[in-house]
């Protein structure tokens, strides 16, 4: 294994570390104790800045020879996550917005999952990520992250009454 490919790991599980430990200090003590709606909302709005994966599809931004799978399967995946997102804010005060929340949740957690994927099928080098290389070191260990915050407010939060989940638009 490259050394460049073991100080990209090594930047990735230190985020991963990083960003749980915001989680479980900031975040989930916070969104825990607020209703489902009102806890998913932080959360697709950070995601809702998903569309920032398109830079893997820009000439300069990332290096010429950066695997077009690799590229291309990152770029849509997420440009997909951040409108599943919006959708879900649009739609979340009603049955519908949940129902939106888990498909984003599901959609979003998979297109992750498939980027590192298909980075390491394609032979992706964290050198050919260019200016993107601060994507999958830094930003996707919090959009994982918070996916895992997603599931579990989706399956353990009850419903509130309409009302006061409605109150707050998105």
Request: aromatic letters at 12%.
């Amino acid at each position: 294994m490259p050394q460049q490919t073991i100080w990209f790991f090594v930047s990735i599980a230190f985020s991963l570390i990083a960003w749980g430990v915001v989680a479980a200090r900031y975040i989930w003590p916070e969104l825990h104790l607020r209703p489902r709606l009102e806890a998913l909302r932080p959360l697709l709005i950070l995601h809702s800045f998903r569309f920032i994966g398109l830079a893997f599809l820009i000439p300069g931004v990332v290096s010429p020879d950066l695997p077009p799978a690799f590229a291309h399967a990152a770029a849509y995946g997420d440009l997909i996550a951040a409108a599943l997102a919006l959708l879900s804010l649009l739609l979340l005060p009603s049955a519908a917005g949940v129902s939106a929340a888990w498909i984003f949740n599901l959609w979003g957690s998979a297109d992750l999952l498939n980027a590192f994927y298909q980075a390491f099928h394609s032979g992706l080098l964290a050198g050919q990520l260019g200016a993107t290389y601060f994507i999958p070191t830094a930003i996707v260990p919090l959009l994982l992250i918070t996916h895992g915050l997603g599931f579990r407010i989706l399956l353990q939060h009850q419903p509130a009454p309409a009302m006061q989940e409605s109150r707050h638009p998105a």
